[in-house]
């Protein structure tokens, strides 16, 4: 499935949820938020091909 | 690794979630997360006594998303609790980096009916934290730039009559700071931090208050998602230079691993504090705040931190 990273489209092989997502991508979920269909999700929401899925990283300096 | 019970449902209500806290293993949907978000900032505020009736506070404003949400939350206080906000940006001359956070700055300001005061280094030092850079080096960047932001602040807020400073300090900047210190083996620097200003008082040090204290970065993040507050979550391109950024990812990885160490850390912290403001209070009897013999402004020894910087005594 194709999904949004910071603004940039990735493709990653699918994931079950928001969680798996971000493990599959290896980012930290200390450091991320994530919306899905516009709306942020915790970890536990499931996701299909069919949803817009975008991630931030949110943990910056300064 | 902690498997965290994901239920995509709101703790409280059982309707949708918006948010997973792994640090208090709950999921929130958008209102009962920024109902707990805003309560824990008042609390912060009325336990350790950082806002009184009529008082004037300066509001350190960078533009970034830490002090724009204190900003937006201390407008709202004041709409119960009599206080006077003014907000200060510092212009620290950042290529490509501050005019952005700046614009923010002042789009916040505006909206909020908030007075703003921009002071840029260049204008303050002679000279952009860019240009100082070329010639120092960037791997201290952070800690020039700290010291002369504070030095700003200070001077600045006092010329304005602020009764208090506000920093926007999150939680994690807090557990980052202790344990630098401890890396660093630096203690004393500790017992003049907490969420009031240091246990230094003089009539030329401005009192700084931290209403984020004990609020984590990634739910400030979140709450200025959900209020619509226009973020760009950008980073100074000096930060990656910092020692601060080793110890963040650290601290990130062992909260993946092991959640609400960031804020274990802190209350370790707090712990602990009490016992060594004792030890400083103890020494303060034979210390002397001094003028520095370049500038006037307060300091520990002859000449401040900043004038030895910028080497100019
Ligand atoms: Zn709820």
Redesign the pocket.
């Known amino acids: 499935m194709e999904i949004t990273v910071d603004g940039r489209k990735v493709r990653i092989r699918s994931a079950s949820t928001v969680a798996d997502l971000l493990g599959a991508l290896k980012l930290n979920p200390e450091e991320t938020l994530v919306k899905v269909n516009g709306k942020l999700a915790p970890g536990g929401k499931r996701i299909s091909p069919k949803d817009s899925v975008r991630v931030m990283r949110v943990i910056f300096g300064g | 690794m902690a498997k965290l019970a994901a239920s995509s449902k ?6 949708p ?1 918006a948010i997973s806290l792994n640090y208090m293993q709950q999921d ?2 958008q ?2 997360f920024t109902e707990m978000f805003e309560s824990r900032v008042k609390r912060t505020a009325r336990e350790y006594r950082m806002l009184r009736k009529g008082e004037k506070i300066a509001v350190a404003l960078s533009g970034g998303k830490d002090s724009c949400v204190m900003l937006h939350m201390l407008h709202g206080i004041s709409k119960s609790l009599p206080i006077k906000l003014f907000a200060i940006t510092i212009d620290e001359g950042i290529a490509g980096y501050r005019c952005r956070t700046l614009h923010v700055a002042k789009r916040e300001c505006r909206m909020l009916k908030v007075p703003l005061k921009v002071i840029s280094f260049h204008k303050e030092f002679g000279k952009t934290l860019d240009s100082l850079l070329k010639k120092k080096g960037v791997e201290r960047s952070c800690s020039f730039c700290g010291v002369m932001r504070r030095y700003l602040l200070n001077k600045f807020a006092r010329k304005m009559k602020a009764d208090k400073i506000a920093i926007g300090h999150n939680s994690d900047d807090v557990a980052q700071t202790v344990m630098m210190n401890l890396m660093r083996n630096e203690p004393e620097r500790l017992g003049r931090f907490g969420p009031l200003s240091g246990a230094i008082e003089d009539e030329l040090f401005i009192t700084r208050i931290k209403p984020l204290f004990l609020t984590p970065e990634r739910d400030i993040a979140a709450y200025a998602i959900m209020k619509g507050i226009e973020i760009e979550f950008s980073e100074c391109p000096y930060a990656r230079h910092a020692f601060r950024q080793y110890v963040r990812e650290m601290l990130n990885k062992a909260e993946e691993k092991y959640p609400a160490t960031k804020l274990r850390i802190v209350r370790a912290f707090l712990a602990q504090q009490k016992l060594m403001q004792d030890g400083v209070r103890m020494r303060r009897g034979k210390e002397k705040i001094l003028r520095c013999k370049s500038c006037g402004e307060p300091c520990s020894r002859e000449v401040c931190s900043l004038c030895t910087m910028l080497e100019r005594s």
């Open positions: 709101c703790f409280k209500c059982g309707k979630a929130l949907c209102s009962h």
